[in-house]
């Protein structure tokens, strides 16, 4: 009981801008931004017939390369981050974890220091149990060793799943693992799957936990690339928003996996609907893809400056589906500047309509829950920029055309200058 309160103690310190996280490691102020191998490359290991997408130290010195090179590392994307079959199938004499010598010939420290090398941070995979998803050696048994050698190795991140292991443990077993890599005395972010596997189970769920032990956990399925997958998981969040929500903040968040974008399956209005829902829900924002085969226009979508600083907002407060009305879902998320005690938002549109013409659609801000009484300025964060610099009052309408599948993105900053937009301002801007 007294845990409980201090949790969510702390989670009140953390929406009213204190950067207290409830897992007190000082990491993942905001969400974690990076490249993880697992949605494009899965766990293709013969690296004979495809060189150039085996898991393999190659392929993640390229990708370390082109974070830099291709601007995602100043956008911040700074995470690398390895996911499942990177390890041999037996570990060392010694007991430890050892990378396959056939795809990892110089060993995980020096991928490690060569990640270093590019001013970016290193990540690694394992999981919970006595195996690895994909069958390889799990740490079940040896959890200390592992943690002293994932420090040795310099590791930055652990990602660290949940197969082939006894989920009724998993309230001991990941804390506990929690405070072995604390032990080590290196900063780590943590990554759970914890929360995955007990809500497949339908069990129910310690979140206040997470939130203590985790700074990211996975609340849901895996995504694969799609849109239905993709809006399934968004849905999810959306039906559990009111727990969920609570447990986000800086140093702790929800993480509803890998964005798509520069994949195979979303196309390009859908791609930019991921990341406005994304941005929303404070999520992580990981990409998975093979950057240098991503096109300009995704390459666009994920590297916009004004929709990265939505996801980054210090406050940390994770955004809502607010409403559903016609076909067109409304989510909102309160961010800074604040005045007065009003919040700023980004407000997303997004359309669940598939019957063709982009579909015209008026709101109040007030009915989206926007009510300072000074207005708001609106910055299109996909369309044009700065189209007025006059106010929107709560009770104006916004006019958005959403296009199938797609996204209106707004961001509405609280502003007390009275430049109050006039009728014909009004009347005729349509946000698209
Ligand atoms: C791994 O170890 C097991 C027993 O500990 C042994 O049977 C197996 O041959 C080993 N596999 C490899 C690839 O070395
Ligand atoms: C892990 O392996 C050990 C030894 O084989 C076994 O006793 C245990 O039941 C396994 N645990 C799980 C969760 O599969
Ligand atoms: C370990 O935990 C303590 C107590 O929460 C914290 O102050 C410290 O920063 C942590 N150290 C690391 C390396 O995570």
Redesign the pocket.
């Known amino acids: 009981m007294f845990y409980k309160n201090l949790v969510w103690l702390c989670l009140i310190f953390a929406e009213n801008l204190q950067k207290i996280s409830c897992l007190?490691?000082?990491l993942a102020l905001t969400p974690p931004m990076g490249w993880l191998a697992w949605q494009r490359y899965r766990c293709i290991t013969d690296c004979e017939t495809y060189p150039d997408e085996c898991v393999s130290e190659k392929l993640f010195m390229e990708a370390a390369d082109l974070l830099v090179k291709e601007g995602y590392a100043d956008a911040g994307y700074n995470f690398l981050i390895v996911d499942d079959c990177w390890l041999a199938k037996n570990r060392s004499a010694d007991g430890k974890l050892q990378p396959d010598e056939k795809r990892f010939p110089s060993g995980i420290k020096a991928l490690s220091d060569y990640v270093h090398s590019k001013g970016l941070k290193f990540g690694l995979y394992e999981d919970w149990g006595n195996k690895t998803c994909a069958g390889y050696p799990g740490i079940l048994g040896n959890e200390e060793i592992d943690a002293k050698t994932f420090a040795e190795w310099e590791v930055d991140y652990v990602k660290l799943d949940g197969c082939y292991s006894n989920i009724r443990l998993m309230d001991k077993g990941y804390p506990e693992f929690g405070r072995l890599l604390?032990k080590t005395?290196?900063?780590i972010v943590y990554s759970c799957s914890w929360p995955a596997y007990q809500e497949e189970k339908g069990m129910s769920i310690n979140y206040a936990l997470m939130a203590q032990h985790c700074n990211l956990w996975r609340n849901y399925d895996d995504i694969d690339d799609s849109w239905d997958s993709m809006i399934k998981i968004a849905d999810y969040f959306a039906m559990k928003q009111e727990l969920w929500s609570r447990y986000a903040g800086p140093g702790h968040w929800n993480d509803p996996d890998m964005l798509l974008i520069g994949n195979f399956g979303l196309s390009y209005e859908q791609s930019k609907t991921q990341m406005a829902i994304w941005a929303v829900l404070a999520a992580p924002l990981l990409m998975s893809n093979k950057l240098y085969d991503v096109r300009p226009e995704f390459k666009a979508i994920l590297q916009n400056k004004d929709i990265i600083k939505v996801n980054q907002d210090r406050l940390g407060i994770q955004g809502t589906r607010v409403f559903r009305d016609k076909g067109i879902d409304m989510w909102t998320r309160k961010i800074e500047p604040i005045r007065n005690g009003q919040y700023s938002y980004a407000v997303a549109f997004v359309s669940r309509r598939v019957d063709g013409a982009p579909y015209p659609y008026n709101i109040t801000l007030q009915d989206l829950g926007l009510v300072n009484p000074e207005g708001y300025t609106i910055t299109n964060l996909f369309g044009q920029r700065n189209i007025f610099n006059c106010v929107f009052t709560p009770t104006m309408n916004v006019k958005v055309r959403v296009i199938p599948n797609g996204v209106v993105f707004l961001r509405f900053n609280v502003d007390d200058s009275q430049k109050y937009c006039d009728e014909i301002q009004k009347k005729t801007h349509v946000f698209v």
């Open positions: 007190n490691n000082g604390n005395g290196r900063p």
